[in-house]
């Protein structure tokens, strides 16, 4: 038996996410992500819709695609053999 799949849930517009495009935030309070204390919230859900209005705001975003590392070794500081690879051509919208 498999289990039921539900649509998520846009949380600006509170509506079902049905298109394809689906974006992830993570929210922090104040300007740092890296302090002796942070505040940051849960994950918001976004809709391509709500995307889009966002970035009619005035947001633009820096996309980056990273890739599992294949030669990846827990605790190391090298860059080679870290979890994420960036891939240097970059993602979507350069």
Same mark, same amino acid.
């Given at each position: 038996?498999?289990?039921?799949? %539900?649509?998520?849930? /846009?949380?600006? /517009?509170?509506?079902? =996410?049905?298109?394809?495009? #689906? @974006?992830?935030?993570?929210? @922090? #309070?104040?300007?740092? &992500? ?8 849960? %994950? =918001?859900?976004? /809709?391509?819709? /709500? ?7 005035? @947001?633009?975003? #820096?996309?980056?695609?990273? &890739?599992?590392?294949?030669? @990846? ?22």
């Amino acid at each position: 038996m498999t289990r039921q799949t %539900l649509p998520d849930i /846009c949380d600006l /517009c509170a509506k079902e =996410i049905t298109s394809e495009s #689906q @974006y992830v935030f993570e929210p @922090y #309070q104040g300007k740092k &992500t890296f302090a002796d204390e942070i505040t940051k919230g849960k %994950l =918001i859900d976004c /809709c391509h819709k /709500c995307f889009i209005g966002i970035t009619k705001n005035g @947001y633009k975003p #820096q996309w980056e695609t990273k &890739t599992k590392n294949p030669n @990846y070794v827990a605790g190391s500081k090298v860059a080679e053999e870290k979890y994420w690879l960036i891939k240097e051509e970059g993602g979507k919208n350069d």
